[in-house]
């Protein structure tokens, strides 16, 4: 019986204590995976409507008549037209109906037939500064 109570006293000491932090994490239940599956889809399917969002906006953005605008003029510099040939590219733009001047930069389709007809000789020349490197 004293061997008895002398392990009841001693015994704890010599084992090794556990911290307050240490008995609440292994008396605490485990947690459920579908509350952080759900969490993290939930969290996804906001950084997926977000980035649909943000494209949505910037291509909005890449249709603005100024931004139409200021890439047609950016180019027009790119190529060094002076205002004359500036001024022959809208009107064909507007001749050919196109939504964006801007394409007659790299759709030569447009200006070749103003070129090969014998209207004006000023679209044969722009033509040729434009398409023929």
């Known amino acids: 019986m004293l061997k008895a109570l002398a392990l009841y ?40 409507l977000v980035c649909i969002h943000l494209v949505r906006r910037y291509f909005a953005m890449l249709a603005s008549p100024a931004a139409r605008r200021a890439l047609f003029l950016e180019l027009s510099a790119a190529h060094r037209l002076t205002p004359a040939e500036q001024r022959l590219l809208r009107r064909l733009a507007r001749r050919e109906r196109l939504d964006n001047p801007a394409r007659l930069f790299v759709e030569k389709r447009h200006l070749e037939a103003c070129a090969h007809s014998n209207t004006e000789p000023a679209y044969r020349d722009l033509f040729e500064k434009l398409f023929s490197r």
């Not at 000491?13 to 969490?39: D, G, I, Q, W």
Request: charged content about 20%.
């Open 9 to 48: 006293y001693w015994l704890p000491l010599l084992l090794p204590r556990r911290t307050a932090l240490e008995r609440f994490r292994s008396e605490r239940p485990p947690e459920p995976t579908a509350l952080k599956v759900t969490l993290l889809l939930l969290v996804l399917v906001i950084l997926v």
